[in-house]
């Protein structure tokens, strides 16, 4: 069993900045994937990013690309994504996930943590 928690979304003003954090805990992480969804009101969950936990490589959604990085901390479990010159139609609740298959959040059996709000204001 694996339990995931984010922490860092708040409200922010748009061109601001924000990072999550996705701390693991329950087993060890290393065949593992992390990835970073979100869900706005009145819409369906979206993938945002993912990384893979060993080798460090990444992937992002087309509109978050090269405003948003990715990564993980292996020593303390716990994954991070950087969201810089935020925008109004970023906000949502954000959700990380982890599974053993790529990519991870795509699977019945892979881990979900309980979200975090992201607010970016106009």
């Known amino acids: 069993q694996v339990e995931l928690v984010e922490s860092g979304g708040g409200l922010v003003q748009a061109g601001g900045s924000l990072r999550l954090s996705c701390a693991a805990s329950?087993?060890?992480?290393?065949?593992?994937?992390m990835g970073w969804f979100r869900q706005a009101p009145g819409k369906e969950r979206e993938f945002v990013a993912a990384i893979t936990w060993n080798t460090g490589i990444t992937t992002y959604k087309d509109s978050v690309k090269g405003r948003s990085t990715v990564s993980r901390d292996k020593a303390k479990n716990t994954g991070y994504l950087q969201m810089n010159s935020l925008k109004p139609e970023d906000t949502a609740v954000y959700y990380c996930?982890?599974?053993?298959?790529?990519?991870?959040?795509?699977?019945?059996?892979?881990?979900w943590g309980q979200g975090t709000q992201v607010t970016v204001s106009s």
């Open positions: 329950g087993r060890t992480f290393s065949n593992y994937a």
């Open positions: 996930a982890a599974g053993k298959r790529w990519p991870p959040g795509s699977y019945p059996d892979d881990y």
